[in-house]
Nanobody
Framework: QVQLEESGGGLVQPGGSLRLTCAAS????????QGWYRQAPGKQRELVAS???????NYADSVKGRFTISRDNGRNTVFLQMNDLQPEDTATYFC???????????WGPGTQVTVSS
């Protein structure tokens, strides 16, 4: 059973930075797709950034140039470096992973990011 655990959220002022970490456990050592989603109050969950097993990345237009997704294969960990954070980035951020096509999607419990002065 795959388990995902996020860390690194918190309160930051506009223009600040945070680095989110998603640690995977449960015996899967390479995922077909991993990524980060976010959900703000009253809004639908949306893709922030994703990374395939081949290293291809995809970003929401709203975060391009500010956020970077990366992976430490040796520790099966995915990171989201968030720079120049703005109040509209405030949301709960969820880690997502899919081992391979046809397998279930796995989600972490979420970590809160609040951008406020």
């Amino acid at each position: 059973q795959v388990q995902l655990e996020e860390s690194g959220g918190g309160l930051v002022q506009p223009g600040g930075s945070l680095r989110l970490t998603c640690a995977a456990s449960g015996g899967v050592y390479m995922f077909d797709n991993q990524g980060w989603y976010r959900q703000a109050p009253g809004k639908q969950r949306e893709l922030v950034a994703s990374l395939t097993r081949y290293g291809d990345t995809n970003y929401a237009d709203s975060v391009k140039g500010r956020f970077t997704i990366s992976r430490d294969n040796g520790r099966n960990t995915v990171f989201l470096q968030m720079n120049d954070l703005q109040p509209e980035d405030t949301a709960t951020y969820f880690c997502h992973a899919k081992p391979s096509p046809g397998t279930p999607d796995y989600w972490g419990p979420g970590t809160q990011v609040t951008v406020s002065s």
